[in-house]
């Protein structure tokens, strides 16, 4: 579904499998984050179809983090044109301590290696400008990217709707998070893109939504 001009969300809503949502902005470079599970992709595929294109005409993927529910259809990237990138200690936590999460998915995660590697800072293409913020928490090299033309903001595995991002499977950390969402909390934020869930718009309605996770999340973690 296009959400603004140039910008369309793949929202996952099935009850019974995990996947994420993923967005496409069609810009001068043709972005897609989180591309999700590949045995899942068609809803990603679909939506694509229904925009005239198809997934040779996507020119860079962008993974906030690497487990498998979002990283794994990469793997159907990669003998295509098509660039992939991911945030550094991401990928070294994935190709290391990670490595046995994708396996067990299938996924060869030394096949899939990022082209070039996140930083914190403005990543330029083509004259579309994101922000890349290290947001660790949820995974020790999450990221999140914030499109300050549209006010937007894809949060991954961060926040969601009246909540967060697990922290308790490998490389999570309670404490990082915290510090993570309140500094996302600072934005100018008017369209929260999370990586599961409800899409959040408006500015009024995504600072109560990181309000409501810290008044009742941030004492469980």
């Known amino acids: 579904m296009q959400i603004v001009n140039n910008l369309?969300?793949?929202?996952?809503?099935?009850?019974t499998a995990n996947n994420c949502n993923a967005y496409f902005i069609d810009g001068p470079s043709r972005v897609l984050i989180d591309p999700g599970h590949r045995a899942l992709f068609d809803h990603v595929d679909l939506g694509l179809k229904e925009l005239g294109l198809?997934?040779?005409?996507?020119?860079?993927?962008?993974?906030?983090?690497?487990?498998?529910?979002?990283?794994?259809?990469?793997?159907?990237?990669?003998?295509?044109?098509?660039?992939?990138?991911?945030?550094e200690i991401e990928w070294q936590w994935a190709a290391t301590i990670g490595k046995d999460m994708s396996a067990a998915y299938g996924?060869?995660?030394?096949?899939?290696?990022?082209?070039?590697?996140?930083?914190?800072?403005?990543?330029?293409?083509?004259g579309l400008e994101m922000q890349i913020y290290l947001t660790p928490g949820h995974s020790p090299g999450s990221v999140c990217l914030y499109w300050s033309a549209?006010?937007?903001?894809?949060?991954?595995?961060?926040?969601?709707?009246?909540?967060?991002?697990?922290?308790?499977?490998?490389?999570?950390?309670?404490?990082?998070?915290?510090?993570?969402i309140q500094r996302m909390a600072r934005l100018d934020v008017e369209l929260l893109l999370s990586g599961h869930g409800e899409i959040i718009s408006g500015a009024r309605e995504v600072k109560s939504n990181f309000d409501r996770i810290e008044e009742y999340w941030f004492g469980y973690i």
């Open 8 to 15: 369309h969300a793949f929202v996952w809503r099935s009850p």
């Open 54 to 87: 198809k997934t040779d005409d996507i020119d860079l993927v962008v993974c906030t983090h690497a487990h498998p529910d979002h990283l794994e259809s990469v793997q159907l990237f990669r003998k295509k044109s098509t660039l992939f990138t991911l945030g």
């Open 107 to 126: 996924v060869d995660i030394e096949a899939i290696a990022p082209d070039f590697f996140l930083q914190e800072g403005t990543l330029s293409l083509d």
């Open 150 to 180: 549209q006010k937007a903001l894809f949060t991954g595995d961060l926040v969601f709707k009246d909540g967060l991002g697990r922290t308790d499977l490998p490389g999570g950390d309670g404490a990082k998070i915290k510090e993570s």
